[in-house]
């Protein structure tokens, strides 16, 4: 059997954009976003696959695909090996159990009005897994002090309000890791808060994942933290995977253009960068903008006629190692 925890084929989400009433009537076409336009990849068990690219690459709707937060077509998305069908009631209940989303800021996702029990000990409620008030207050403040609010029961009552931006998204973390998952999608899940207080808030994510054997889809758009952080990194820009490796490949001999680009502004501590740094020239096309060839190809320093005609395909270069591009 694969150790694959989530198995993703050709995933394509598409929004159509609301056309104004004016702009029916003078007969332009609906305009369409491919927000995910075709994407493949594997997450196994106890993982962290990185998802690094700039503002509206897809980022946050391929996590929420697989979740089922968002319409999408697949020709295979697959959970422990099983099709994700979330019109099943019993099969939606159990994987609501075992796949999880942490959010960017942790004060939208928490409810303000609820006190931190409430909102640590939800799931279990929602799903029926208590029995008595008793076993949800034990459980609750096991979940915040192995989310490192110690000791739990000086939080159940507090509010959102009335806690700091790090101990917020511990709440969140500890309600979403209370029903024991083996895979989330953690969103930009440190991109809100201090830079002091991010070590202790990805150290916790680390430490749940070896003790848990956890597997992370990390959503970021800061390449060094992919570096630091997981196994794999897939690069990402207007809805496509550009390359994807193991994170050590991709920083020190990524092939795509794209992410020699990112990689080359990026600092690397130990490396002294020869020559200037080349910045990336031009602007992200318009996400509504029909795209012949390459997505990246307007902003491609080694372009060639055909990357404006023809979609590169996804070339295997090395074992693990993947790249779209015509010129590798
Ligand atoms: N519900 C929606 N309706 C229409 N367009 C959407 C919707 N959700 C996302 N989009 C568009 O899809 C594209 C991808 O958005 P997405 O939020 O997945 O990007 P992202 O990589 O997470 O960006 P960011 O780094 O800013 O969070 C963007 O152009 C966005 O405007
Ligand atoms: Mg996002």
């Known amino acids: 059997m694969s150790d694959n925890i989530v198995e993703v084929k050709d995933l394509r989400v598409h929004f159509t954009l609301k056309s104004s009433l004016a702009q029916d009537a003078a007969g332009r076409r609906k305009k369409t976003v491919k927000a995910v336009d075709g994407i493949s990849f594997e997450i196994k068990q106890g993982e962290i696959l990185s998802l ?3 503002s509206g690459s897809g980022k946050t709707t391929t996590g929420k695909a697989i979740l089922g937060l968002v319409p999408f077509e697949a020709e295979k998305m697959l ?8 019109k099943e009631k019993e099969y939606k209940r159990k994987f609501r159990q075992s796949a999880q989303m942490i959010y ?29 008030e ?67 808030i990805l150290k916790l994510m680390m430490d749940l994942r070896r003790e848990n054997d956890l597997a992370y889809l990390f959503i970021t758009h800061d390449l060094s933290l992919a570096w630091l952080i997981s196994d ?50 031009g602007e992200t096309p318009d996400p509504t903008d029909v795209i012949e060839g390459c997505k990246f190809c307007s902003r491609c320093p080694i372009k060639e006629e055909i990357c404006s005609k023809e979609e590169p395909p996804m070339k295997e270069v090395e074992p693990g190692h993947f790249v779209a591009c015509h010129k590798v």
Do not use: C, W
């Open 232 to 281: 794999r990194i897939a690069i990402m820009y207007l809805g496509k995977i550009m390359e994807m490796g193991d994170s050590e490949i991709i920083i020190s001999s990524g092939k795509h253009p794209y992410t020699k680009a990112l990689t080359d502004i990026m600092p690397k501590p130990g490396i002294k960068k020869e020559g200037p740094r080349k910045v990336l020239q």
């Open 104 to 132: 960017q800021d942790p004060y939208q996702s928490l409810n303000p009005r609820n006190q931190v029990i409430d909102i640590v000990t939800e799931p279990l409620v929602v799903n029926k897994l208590v029995e008595s």
């Open 134 to 200: 008793e076993e949800r207050l034990e459980l609750g403040k096991e979940a915040l002090e192995r989310a490192g609010l110690t000791p739990g029961e000086d939080f159940f009552f507090r509010y959102p309000y009335e806690l700091s931006g790090g101990q917020r998204q511990r709440v969140v973390i500890a309600s979403s890791m209370i029903m024991g998952p083996s895979f989330v999608v953690a969103d930009e899940p440190v991109s809100m808060l201090d830079a002091s207080i991010r070590t202790g």
């Open 52 to 54: 690094v690219g700039e």
């Open 79 to 86: 959970f422990r090996g099983e099709r994700i069908n979330l």
